[in-house]
C-alpha cells in the first residue's frame, strides 16, 4: 500500500467520525511501514510484519481506552495511536444553564446537541454555538443521537413529563457519563422511583445527581464549569492498565493529524 491510500483511511476516519488507530512500526523488521485499523471494518489501509500483525487486536483495546501506546512483538516495536470522534454531549432541557453549558463545552471541542420538547427554546438564537438542536420528547429524538462511549448525557429538565421517559433510554446504552439537575432531595427520589422500576443500584448510580462538583458554583455559568469539571474527571479516572499481548515500550511522540 501507498502512503497516500494510509492518509486517505485516517482522513475517512476522521470525516466520516468512526473510531480506528494508525500503527507504525518504528524498529526492528519492517521498520516504517504502516496500517490503518477501521473498528468495524478491520485493516483498511497499509500492512504490518507478519510478526506484528497481532498488534490490531492490542489496537482495538488501546482505541477502546483513548490510550496510545508502543508495544513489541519479539523484536518488531509498534507505535499504535488511536483515532476517535469529537467527544459528544447531549444536553436535555433548553433550559439557561444549558445555554452556558453549550458555550463551555464547545470551547472544549464537544459535539453539543441540544434538545427540547418546546420549540420556543430551542433555537440559534440561543444556542449558537450549538452543533445540534433537536425539538421534541425523549423517545421522539433518542435515534437521532449517538449515545455511545464517547457520549456525556446531561439532564437539566425539571418536568418529570420529559424526565422520566428518557431514564430507561439513557442507562441501557454505553454513555460515558450521565448527570442529572436537582436538588439532593431530588435525586433520591429519582434513586428511588429507578430502583422501584427495576433497575439494579450500579445502573442507577451512574446518574451523577446533583450534577458538579461542589465547588460553591451560583451562576449558570459555575454551574456549567462545574459540571463539565465533573465530565473531565470521569473521563480521566484512572483504570486498569489494559491487558495487550505486546509488551510496553517509552512511548514515542504521536503523529497528529493536520
Known amino acids: 500500500m501507498t ?31 504502516a496500517a490503518v485499523l477501521d473498528l468495524e471494518d478491520g485493516l483498511v489501509a497499509g500492512e504490518l510484519p507478519p510478526d506484528a500483525e497481532v498488534a490490531l487486536d492490542d489496537a482495538a483495546v488501546l482505541v ?7 508495544l513489541a512483538y519479539g523484536d518488531t516495536e509498534v ?14 432541557g433548553a433550559v439557561h ?4 453549558l453549550t458555550d463551555h463545552a464547545s470551547l472544549l471541542g464537544f459535539h453539543v446537541t441540544v434538545v427540547d420538547a418546546r420549540a420556543a427554546f430551542v433555537t440559534e438564537d440561543r444556542f449558537p454555538r450549538a452543533d445540534e438542536l433537536l425539538v421534541g420528547w425523549p423517545d421522539d429524538v433518542v435515534d437521532r443521537v449517538a449515545l455511545d462511549r464517547r457520549t456525556s448525557v446531561v439532564v437539566l429538565s ?34 428511588e422511583k429507578l430502583l422501584a422500576a427495576g433497575f439494579d443500584e450500579a445502573t442507577v448510580d451512574r446518574i451523577h445527581g446533583p450534577i458538579g462538583l461542589e465547588i460553591g458554583a451560583d451562576s449558570p ?38
Open 97 to 100: 444553564i444549558a445555554q452556558a
Open 158 to 191: 425539571h418536568d418529570a413529563r420529559f424526565e422520566d421517559p428518557l431514564w430507561p433510554l439513557v442507562l441501557e446504552r454505553p454513555v460515558r457519563y450521565i448527570g442529572a439537575m436537582g436538588s439532593k432531595r431530588t435525586a433520591a427520589r429519582r434513586r
Open 221 to 258: 455559568h459555575e454551574v456549567a464549569v462545574a459540571i463539565l469539571a465533573q465530565m473531565i474527571a470521569e473521563h480521566r479516572r484512572p483504570h486498569e492498565p489494559p491487558e495487550l499481548k505486546g509488551e510496553r515500550r517509552p512511548l514515542v511522540p504521536a503523529h497528529r493529524l493536520g
Open 64 to 70: 477502546d481506552r483513548e490510550m496510545p501506546a508502543t
Open 79 to 92: 507505535f499504535i495511536e488511536p483515532v476517535v470522534p469529537r467527544a459528544r454531549l447531549v444536553i436535555f
Open 3 to 33: 502512503g497516500e491510500s494510509i492518509v486517505s483511511a485516517l482522513e475517512r476516519l476522521v470525516a466520516e467520525e468512526r473510531f480506528g488507530a494508525r500503527l507504525t512500526v518504528v524498529s526492528g523488521e519492517g521498520l516504517g511501514k
